[in-house]
């Protein structure tokens, strides 16, 4: 046999390779991100029965129960649950909660009678153990199995056929024909390309942690995001205890969709009121604050998006954008500089609070609205949320969801509300909602400087 082992250059961002070691990735563009990787000959695929193409009419629609974990916000932001077969990612920053997301989605599917696997290679399964007791986790079926060896968790796993595979973390297993080392791109890929083919042979959802960092030094998991079904972030700041749920890509529901959740002593708990938990701790009445309403998957959510207009600087001032789009800010800046309002001398700060992005274009009203609050030092009308797109000309334009917004806005307690003009219409629904078409910026520009009076 003397299967040949050869080494190749891996681009530990994107997982391109090359026979020769390059400064720079020819696929993503990233500087000094070749790595040496001792790779086996490729494996042929297994052996099975001939395929046979079948025509779409003759294919039996296919449509399994999915698998609830219990949890709400979870399940929903999976798209209703787990899809048999499907294989998850669950990224996140270390230490923001991967782990103990996971274990409380595995008790909680082994509290319906099911057994779970929840292999780990990150933590011994005392350590395991042990964090479950602080979660109150004792399932009589959920199996722990501590182990680095792919072939082993899989072998396992065909065993005991359970409901749902975890594996924490797809960097911390290994593929042992490989020779290059766990966490490397060419481990990761070959391990998650493994349990898939687990997923899809016995239809058992599998649930796999990574690691992602904000710098992308570990990248792992990003060169897996076309290979699995779906994506789900776990994002928080590192100061506070809110973690922010989201699917950023979804074969089998929405992308967008979020929940928020609390870490406490007890685990994740969710905040049942995304909106209101994020509004609470704004203070109305201050310049600078607007509230808009984001579209999150198939609901809306209420967040205020803070700016501040600073003083003149010398040199070119800065234009920081936290949460929000940066090059859709300069746009913004722009636009209110011919709509009147000139702030190109001024250091520009603008970010979403709470730790959420707010990426779309509806955001762009709250955004110049706030600006504007800011730069006049006038607060905003109390009680009024903003959403609307802006055009390169400084129109306001129609944007999509609107009902759903109004609605958020509206169960808020929330009164009035500048939109475009173009969506006037759908406001009409919401009569306890005063609605103020704008059409221009400029428009809105004199219709705050009025309400604020
Ligand atoms: P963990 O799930 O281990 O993070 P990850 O798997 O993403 O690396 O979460 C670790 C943090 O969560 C750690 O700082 C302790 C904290 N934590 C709680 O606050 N409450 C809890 O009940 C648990 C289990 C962890
Ligand atoms: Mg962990």
Redesign the pocket.
């Known amino acids: 046999m003397g299967a040949k082992v050869v080494a190749v250059f891996a681009c530990q961002s994107c997982g391109a390779t090359s026979p020769k070691w390059l400064g720079r990735c020819p696929e993503c563009g990233e500087w000094n991100s070749f790595a040496e990787e001792m790779r086996g000959p490729a494996s042929r695929p297994a052996a099975g029965p001939s395929a046979r193409a079948l025509s779409i009419a003759e294919i039996e629609a296919e449509e399994r129960p999915r698998l609830t974990t219990g949890l709400e916000g979870f399940d929903r932001v999976l798209g209703g649950g787990l899809v048999p077969g499907s294989v998850v990612l669950v990224g ?10 996971l274990l409380q989605a595995a008790s909680g599917v082994a509290a319906r009678q099911r057994d779970v696997l929840y292999a780990g290679a990150e933590e011994s399964a005392p350590q395991v153990r042990l ?1 479950g007791g ?2 109150g986790i004792r399932d009589e079926r959920l199996f722990v199995l501590a182990e680095t060896d792919v072939a082993r968790i899989i072998a396992e796993a065909e065993a005991r056929l359970p409901a749902v595979l975890v594996v ?1 973390s797809v960097q911390a297993v290994r593929e042992p024909s490989l020779a290059s080392a766990p966490g490397t791109v060419s481990q990761v890929r070959a391990a998650a390309s493994e349990l898939t083919r687990f997923a899809k042979s016995r239809a058992i959802p599998v649930l796999l ?1 990574g ?1 992602v960092t904000k710098d992308g030094s570990l990248a792992g998991p990003k060169s897996l995001e076309h290979l699995v079904d779906a994506v789900v972030s ?1 994002d928080g700041d590192r100061g506070s ?1 809110r973690r922010l749920l989201r699917a950023t890509k979804n074969r089998f529901g929405p992308v967008d969709e979020i929940a928020l959740y609390e ?5 994740l708990r969710e905040l049942p009121d995304a909106s209101a938990t994020l509004l609470a701790e704004r203070r109305p009445g201050l310049p600078g604050s607007a509230v808009t309403a984001a579209r999150e998957g198939t609901r809306s959510v209420l967040v205020e998006i803070q700016a501040l207009a600073g003083v003149a600087s010398a040199g070119s001032p800065r234009r920081v954008g936290i949460g929000v789009d940066s090059g859709r800010l300069a746009l913004l800046l722009a636009v209110l500089e011919g709509a009147g309002l000139p702030l190109s001398a001024r250091e520009v700060f603008v970010s979403c609070t709470g730790g959420i992005e707010v990426t779309e274009p509806a955001a762009d009203l709250a955004i110049v609205a706030a600006l504007a609050s800011s730069a006049r030092g006038r607060a905003l009308p109390d009680g009024a949320v903003f959403f609307g797109e802006i055009g390169l000309l400084g129109e306001v334009r129609r944007v999509p969801a609107a009902s759903t917004r109004l609605k958020e806005a509206s169960a808020l307690g929330f009164r009035t509300v500048f939109l475009p003009g173009g969506n006037a219409e759908e406001a009409a629904a919401f009569p306890d909602l005063a609605a103020r078409p704008v059409h221009r910026v400029a428009d809105l520009l004199s219709e705050i400087a009025r309400a604020a009076r």
Not at 92 to 101: A, D, F, H, M, Y
């Open positions: 996140g920053e270390p230490g923001i909660g991967k782990s103990t997301l964090r602080r979660l924490d942690v690691h776990v205890a870490m406490g002593n007890g685990g």
